[in-house]
């Protein structure tokens, strides 16, 4: 586990279960659709139980890098947010923009719910195929510039699947603070 505390938030980086979290909402890396998927949105679904999807059905989908609320059903986090990161083509399908914006947009719906910590997936890595060094750069920085700017989240935290992943988000978080 590895964290710092940078203006008046801790970002958090664990290897780990996302399903199992305490934080005010957990993240979901969700398809446009928003019916569910495989992956972390598998796990979530399954965890959280049938209520989800249905609330997810209401909301009628998400565009690529917007993010949208459901509540938490079974699981102990409060609130999903459910965003929907790049499917990775060749870097130059603005993947980087709409990663970051992904996101950027969960952060913003976390602050308009004044909720005090959120939990990350590492979006895009798995199904969508962004390779996991670039994405963590761009998630660590989003992150980074949001609570430069804004003090109401105290936590956030990256709750990584594997090692592999562990190590590119810990990489990343470590090069970006030697940048400031
Ligand atoms: N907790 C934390 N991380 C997890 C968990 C978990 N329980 N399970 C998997 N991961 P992916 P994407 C990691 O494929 O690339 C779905 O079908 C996983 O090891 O879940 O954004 C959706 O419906 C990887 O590091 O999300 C979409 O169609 C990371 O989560 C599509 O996949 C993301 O992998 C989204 O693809």
């Not at 993947?95 to 976390?110: D, F, K």
């Amino acid at each position: 586990m590895v964290n710092i505390t940078i203006n008046r938030s801790t970002i958090e980086l664990v290897e780990g279960d996302i399903t199992k979290q305490e934080t005010g909402a957990i993240v979901n890396a969700a398809n446009p659709g928003l019916l569910g998927g495989s992956g972390v949105d598998g796990a979530i679904h399954k965890a959280g139980g049938p209520q989800i999807q249905e609330e997810c059905r209401k909301l009628g989908g998400c565009p690529t890098g917007e993010a949208r609320i459901t509540t938490g059903g079974n699981l102990k986090a409060r609130y999903i947010i459910h965003t929907v990161g790049p499917i990775y083509h060749n870097g130059k399908q603005q993947e980087a923009e709409l990663l970051s914006r992904a996101y950027r947009n969960s952060l913003n719906l976390a602050s308009q719910y004044k909720l005090k910590s959120i939990a990350f997936p590492s979006i895009s890595t798995g199904a969508y195929g962004y390779p996991v060094d670039a994405a963590a750069k761009i998630a660590i920085k989003t992150v980074m510039d949001y609570i430069n700017t804004h003090t109401d989240i105290e936590l956030v935290r990256f709750v990584l699947f594997d090692q592999r992943s562990y190590q590119a988000y810990k990489k990343a978080l470590e090069e970006l603070i030697e940048q400031k």
